[in-house]
């Protein structure tokens, strides 16, 4: 992957236009044999309908130098997602490489949901479910690596989830990625969905894990059943062959008033390999991860919008929104932040939404946008734009 990078001119948004669809061009699109194609026009209308957050006919309607939305989609079924997965991974490994540097790392886990109202493309396993919102419990699920770092906050790893697969497979899928990464991963955060014994294994052998736990059982009510912070084991499927043991980091603090509620919080979180730390400085560290949330929101800022039932067209939306906003904070660190003492200073007006705008600015010219639409050759009436004198 090259970087366009000039320190002694201007950034433009022509320049933001090249890294985009340099990116792009990363992407494998066959096309369907036998139809000739320009697979640029192909890069720079995703692009468009992405930064734009538009469908792909709303882009091909209004440009000119574009095909129409049938032809496009025609070629973006043809992507294949396993080969898909693994350039936009090693794309994202070529991200993290540019700025952060060979130190270890500590990165977040967590599944991003994106609903759905459709039917099954192929069978009903492509689909998970999840809390409803907007009257449907289906989605498309993608399970997502997230370095922990203030100014370089990058999306590192990205694998697709299946509904009738184990979590724990996906997470696997998703660590052999980390594997891949140019620095030492020093620990790994996950959520409650990452709380079965098959999927804390796996984690525990690649870097130290908290996590935290699914309240159940009399095993882990007696556990928190305590009014002060400490260190114990706990024992998962006890007297199964599934039988797990893990410290367990049980925390005790105030709801101080939060949501109305007052007295005491008592949390626990899986700590694999992290006993040199305190239950409280375990608690710490698991906070952190909510900095996702966030690298989620301006993710969903920049996703084209499709009907297609296609998972693996919508997993090419997602995966191009990963890239760009990885894009941006490259842009945004590397490029446009002033040194100083104690760490960079990032630029505040350059927003994920002006960096998008920039890219829209150059693809409008690119493709030749239009600019005028045909009028309905009647007008207003003569008789509604007469004022009514009584």
């Known amino acids: 992957m090259r970087f366009l990078y000039h320190p002694d001119t201007v950034l433009t948004a022509s320049d933001l236009e090249k890294l985009a669809l340099g990116l792009l ?3 494998p699109i066959p096309g369907v044999e036998g139809c000739g194609f320009d697979s640029e026009i192909i ?10 957050q538009k469908s792909i006919k709303a882009v091909t309607d209004t440009t000119r130098q574009t095909y129409s939305d049938d032809y496009t989609l025609a070629q973006l079924h043809t992507v294949p997602p396993d080969e898909l997965e693994a350039v ?3 794309l994202l490994a070529q991200q993290a490489a540019m700025i952060l540097g060979l130190g270890p790392r500590i990165i ?6 994106i609903h759905y109202h459709g039917f099954p493309h192929a069978d009903d396993g492509e689909l998970c479910h999840t809390n409803p919102r907007d009257g449907t419990s289906q989605c498309h699920r993608y399970l997502v690596g997230f370095v922990l770092c203030r100014s370089k906050p990058l999306i590192v790893a990205v694998t697709p989830v299946r509904g009738d697969e184990p979590k724990s497979d996906a997470v696997e899928r998703l660590l052999d990625h980390v594997a891949a990464l140019p620095f030492d991963i020093a620990g790994l955060l996950a959520d409650r969905g990452f709380y079965d014994g098959t999927s ?6 690649v870097a130290p894990v908290a996590l935290p736990i699914i309240r159940g059982g009399e095993q882990m009510a007696e556990k928190l059943d305590t009014t002060v912070s400490y260190w114990t084991e706990y024992v998962m499927y006890e007297g199964s062959e599934r039988e797990l043991r893990f410290p367990l980091a049980v925390c005790v603090s105030y709801h101080r008033g939060n949501r109305g509620k007052h007295g005491l919080l008592v949390r626990a979180y899986v700590a ?3 006993a040199d730390r305190t239950p409280k400085e375990v608690e710490a560290l698991y906070q952190k991860r909510s900095a996702i949330e966030t690298a989620f929101r301006t993710m969903r800022e920049a996703r ?4 297609t039932t296609d998972p693996t067209v919508r997993l090419l939306f997602i995966l191009v929104s990963f890239l760009l906003r990885n894009l ?4 945004r660190w590397g490029v446009l932040a002033t040194p100083r003492r104690g760490g960079r200073a990032l630029p505040v007006w350059f927003r994920f939404e002006v960096f998008r705008e920039w890219i829209d600015h150059a693809l409008d010219e690119t493709l030749c946008r239009k600019w005028e639409t045909p009028t309905n050759g009647i007008g207003i009436p003569a008789s509604y734009s007469q004022l009514d004198a009584g």
Not at 304 to 307: E, G, I, L, M, N
């Open 88 to 90: 936009v991974n090693d």
């Open 200 to 205: 804390i294994e796996r984690l525990d052998a």
């Open 43 to 52: 890069r720079q209308t995703l692009l468009q309908a992405t930064v734009d």
């Open 272 to 274: 694999c390999d992290l």
């Open 304 to 307: 084209a919008r499709t009907s």
């Open 328 to 331: 941006w904070v490259i842009v």
């Open 25 to 27: 061009t990363e992407l």
């Open 108 to 113: 977040c886990l967590d599944f991003v949901d």
